[in-house]
């Protein structure tokens, strides 16, 4: 009878346990529910916390409330300017109707796919009234801002609000990108033939102005070094005119031992001249005169009125 009593009670227990699990559920931070009866939504839980649902009769869906990322593959846009770009974009959502957004869309998944051509058509709408300046350079967060809204007035219909878009990349495409470069790689080195020609053009001009002027300084240092020569000339030759005035045969003397030094090397001493040659003088006669030639007698100074200067006999 007891054992019958226990079994009932633990069957009971049992089943409650079984019921309170399939009756209760938990919404985490992240998260809101919808319950749901028969595909009929019956409540919509956005807090956090423990909740209930009638086992086997209602279920729970939980859609994330969180700031959800939206990435969209690279598209060719046709700017203003019929210039063609390459934009990345993505965008960032949160879902702040959960009723909605299980009716429009029922999974992330197939959110995204449908927001990711809400978002290629307001890049393309935006981006095609706007110059190929502005969005590179000039106007691209305001042009950001212009996407934000568009996408979020049609992403409204899924129950999502769209915290934030961005440009992640606006290029031109691979082939125009490489053909700008060649241009610019011309242009640049166009320039630098230029660079390299004007510097050329002033160092030929620089190199000029030197050569000028070191031959003007070689001619002048020239002039004046040709004119000390002269100078010096002049003087050796007054100099040998005093010497020759005072003493002529000493003169004769010396010039001639220096047409010996230089005429009478040691490598060659062969010489070719006649017997009456004036060269030789002073082999033969000391005193360089002729052979047979009369040895003037040197002056004497008398003592008396009677004594004379005679030739030696």
Not at 269 to 293: E, I, K
Request: charged share 25%; glycine share 6%; proline share 4%.
């Amino acid at each position: 009878m007891r054992k019958s009593i226990f079994g009932g009670i633990l069957l009971l227990v049992s089943a409650g346990i079984f019921v309170a699990y399939n009756a209760l559920f938990t919404v985490h931070q992240t998260q809101q529910a919808l319950v749901l009866q028969f595909g009929e939504t019956k409540r919509q839980i956005t807090d956090p916390g423990l909740a209930w649902k009638i086992p086997f009769v209602q279920n729970v869906v939980f859609i994330d409330k969180r700031i959800l990322d939206l990435d969209s593959p690279a598209q060719e846009v046709i700017a203003s300017d019929q210039k063609r770009l390459v934009v990345d974009a993505f965008a960032r959502y949160r879902i702040d109707n959960a009723l909605r957004f299980y009716q429009s869309a029922g999974s992330i998944d197939r959110a995204n796919s449908r927001l990711a051509t809400v978002l290629n058509s307001a890049v393309r709408r935006v981006l095609g009234e706007a110059s190929f300046t502005a969005v590179v350079r000039d106007d691209r967060p305001e042009l950001m801002q212009q996407i934000r809204a568009q996408m979020d007035v049609e992403a409204a219909t899924f129950g999502v609000d769209i915290v934030d878009v961005r440009i992640r990349r606006a290029d031109l495409p691979e082939a125009n990108s490489q053909a700008i470069y060649s241009r610019m790689q011309t242009a640049r080195q166009q320039e630098a033939a230029q660079i390299r020609a004007e510097g050329e053009e002033a160092a030929r001009r620089i190199r000029s102005r030197a050569d000028r002027t070191a031959t003007v300084i070689i001619a002048e240092a020239n002039r004046e070094s040709e004119q000390i020569r002269g100078d010096g000339d002049a003087e050796r030759n007054r100099v040998f005119a005093d010497a020759f005035g005072q003493d002529p045969d000493f003169f004769a003397f010396y010039r001639s031992m220096q047409a010996y030094e230089q005429g009478l090397t040691a490598n060659d001493t062969r010489m070719v001249l006649t017997p009456s040659s004036d060269f030789f003088r002073y082999f033969g006669n000391p005193t360089g005169q002729p052979n047979g030639a009369a040895i003037p007698a040197s002056p004497v100074t008398p003592t008396g009125p009677a004594e004379l200067a005679t030739p030696a006999e």
